[in-house]
């Protein structure tokens, strides 16, 4: 078992209609056709969303992807019309609400790595390969790769393991020169944002983005650059051979794992609340990465 505890039921706003509610982002469709895209406090870890909050994630979130895509542009365009707060919409939506092109999404999740851990790592320790791609021997968890490679995984439905897929898998599904424009343009977003990042002390270890077409146009969409959709590791903790400390979940899902959770992550039932400290830990995390990178204060 896995997906939502309780689904939320979506806000109602005079002038949008509600489209879908995803784990994090809640997407509406204004009068115009323009996508409204909330970003809530919720906080998915093993699968589930969890049954606690984070406050202001959903504005770090925001923010942050905000931040890198004006960093951006000049490597791709991205699907921010405008931050402004749709007429109508209640006020605790401002700071986490993007107005946006719609996009015919690209069913793949467009994943750059720089250092193997994670699913990279398991898959490495099999086969010494990360989507099929040979690596050298002797690298372990927390290695930085010879140089960032294109792992692609297939978007699963909420409750289900992102898959990662061989970049021919890809191909055959949205053909060779999309195949080839996601992976260029991925590894050309990874390496600019690898770099500002590491100028402010975080190592961007690796990252997903999510692309989709509008008039033929490849858009860089949803968000980006964030502790939810990547890692990153403060540069002067790095130490391969063991797991990095990361400015993301690390304390949710090392509550969820502890026996004070008593949660069995393979059974049936669904994640406890989390206590005050583990979501006022958590929530500052997001705060430091968005301080440390932006270079600006969070409040
Ligand atoms: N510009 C866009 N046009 C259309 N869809 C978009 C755009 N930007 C992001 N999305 C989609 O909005 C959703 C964001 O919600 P969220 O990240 O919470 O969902 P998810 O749980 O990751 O995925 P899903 O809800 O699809 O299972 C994703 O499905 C993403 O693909
Ligand atoms: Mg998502």
């Known amino acids: 078992m896995s997906g939502f505890v309780e689904k939320p039921e979506p806000v ?8 879908h509610t995803g784990k994090v ?6 009068a115009d056709g323009r996508l409204v895209m909330v970003a ?10 969890l049954p606690t909050e984070i406050p202001d994630k959903g504005r770090v979130l925001t923010q942050l992807s905000l931040w890198w895509f ?11 019309i405008s931050s402004e707060l749709p ?18 999404m690209v069913p793949v999740e467009c994943v750059a790595r720089g250092y193997l851990t994670g699913s990279g790592l398991a898959e490495y320790e099999q086969t010494r390969t990360v989507c099929g791609l040979a690596l050298p021997e002797g690298l372990s968890d927390g290695s930085e790769l010879p140089s960032p490679i294109f792992t692609p995984a297939t978007k699963a439905a909420v409750g289900e393991h992102d898959e990662n897929v061989a970049y021919e898998e890809v191909a055959r599904q949205v053909g060779a020169d999309v195949a080839a424009r996601l992976r260029q343009t991925t590894l050309a977003v990874y390496g600019r944002a690898r770099d500002i990042a590491r100028d402010r002390g975080i ?33 002067d903790q790095w130490e391969p051979g063991r797991p990095q400390p990361s400015f993301d979940k690390q304390f949710v899902r ?8 008593a949660w069995d992550r393979d059974g049936e039932l669904p994640p ?5 400290e583990v979501v006022e830990r958590t929530r500052a995390k997001y705060i430091e990465a968005y301080e440390r990178l932006t270079g600006m204060s969070w409040s």
């Open 87 to 104: 007429a109508g919409a209640p006020a605790d939506w401002a700071g986490r609400t993007l107005v946006c092109r719609p996009l015919e």
């Open 40 to 49: 809530s406090d919720r906080m998915s870890a093993y699968d589930w969303v």
């Open 70 to 80: 004006e960093r951006l542009t000049d490597l791709v365009p991205h699907h921010v």
């Open 25 to 30: 982002r809640d997407l509406y469709q204004d």
């Open 272 to 276: 406890p609340e989390l206590p005050a």
């Open 203 to 235: 190592l961007l270890a690796d990252t997903k983005f999510e692309f989709g077409f509008a008039d033929g146009e490849l858009v860089l969409a949803d968000e980006v650059l964030t502790p939810d959709s990547s890692r990153f590791w403060p540069v």
């Open 254 to 261: 090392d509550w969820l794992r502890s026996p004070a959770a």
């Open 12 to 19: 109602e706003v005079p002038g949008l209609v509600h489209l």
